[in-house]
């Protein structure tokens, strides 16, 4: 698949994609077929909705996983201060859990979004990934330098998994079925970016009274 074919499957499909969190007391369905994605993002840029992407190796159904505010002003959280405290540089961030159809996946990328703006990254990743029903996968923190020239998929469990376990009630009971691997870090994650106009804009029109 090329990499503009690639670009603009994620396009179609991730609108259609829901992402959202689960609510702070999820529980699973005792004949459910889901699990729990978790991790968390992190950014020294400025205010966006930024995404890890992943795909379902069968379906190839896009899946993301997300955290910020794409417009101004903010109508959901644009920083958890409990995740970038202390942090060097300056950075914005929060976690995310994310229920999920049980199966193989595979991380391909990211995504972001700024208002009308939406950046993808290039290079297809293909880091695989198992999500088991009634158990959580930790896929890590996903960093953004301040001009997205370092982005790094990389461990950052010990200060995560606290955090993630106080937010949200179901992972103190749902065991870890997968993490990334502990102290592991990939350097220059995406590679190149590409920029462009996410979808339409539509602008309103109203008579002229005469």
Same mark, same amino acid.
């Given at each position: 698949?090329?990499?503009?074919?690639?670009?603009?499957?994620?396009?179609?499909?991730?609108?259609?994609?829901?992402?959202?969190?689960?609510?702070?007391?999820?529980?699973?369905?005792?004949?459910?077929?889901?699990?729990?994605?978790?991790?968390?993002?992190?950014?020294? *840029?400025?205010?966006?909705?930024?995404?890890?992407?992943?795909?379902?190796?069968?379906?190839?159904?896009?899946?993301?996983?997300?955290?910020?505010? *794409?417009?101004?002003?903010?109508?959901?959280?644009?920083?958890?201060?409990?995740?970038?405290?202390?942090? !060097?540089?300056?950075?914005?961030?929060?976690g995310y859990a994310v229920e999920v159809e049980e199966?193989?996946?595979?991380?391909?990328?990211?995504?972001? !979004?700024?208002?009308?703006?939406?950046?993808?990254?290039?290079?297809?990743?293909?880091?695989?990934?198992?999500?088991?029903?009634?158990?959580?996968?930790?896929?890590?923190?996903?960093?953004?330098?301040?001009?997205?020239?370092?982005?790094?998929? /990389?461990?950052?469990?010990?200060?995560?998994?606290?955090?993630?376990?106080?937010e949200f009630s179901a992972l103190n009971t749902a065991?870890?079925?997968?993490?990334?691997?502990?102290?592991?870090? !990939?350097?220059?994650f995406g590679g190149e970016y590409q920029r462009g106009?996410?979808?339409?804009?539509?602008?309103?029109?109203?008579?002229?009274? /005469?």
């Open positions: 698949m090329t990499s503009l074919r690639f670009l603009f499957i994620c396009g179609l499909v991730s609108l259609l994609c829901a992402c959202a969190n689960v609510s702070r007391d999820f529980k699973f369905k005792p004949d459910g077929s889901t699990g729990l994605v978790v991790g968390s993002i992190s950014y020294e *840029s400025g205010l966006g909705k930024y995404f890890l992407v992943a795909q379902n190796v069968e379906t190839l159904k896009i899946v993301e996983f997300g955290f910020g505010c *794409s417009i101004f002003p903010c109508l959901a959280p644009a920083n958890d201060t409990v995740y970038s405290a202390n942090e !060097v540089p300056k950075q914005r961030g929060g199966g193989q996946y595979r991380i391909v990328g990211w995504h972001v !979004v700024q208002g009308y703006m939406n950046a993808r990254s290039k290079r297809r990743t293909d880091i695989r990934f198992t999500v088991e029903r009634g158990k959580a996968s930790y896929l890590g923190n996903l960093y953004f330098d301040s001009e997205w020239e370092a982005v790094q998929l /990389r461990d950052k469990s010990e200060r995560d998994l606290p955090l993630l376990r106080a065991p870890f079925a997968y993490t990334i691997a502990p102290s592991s870090k !990939v350097e220059g106009i996410e979808g339409q804009i539509f602008i309103p029109f109203v008579p002229i009274k /005469r």
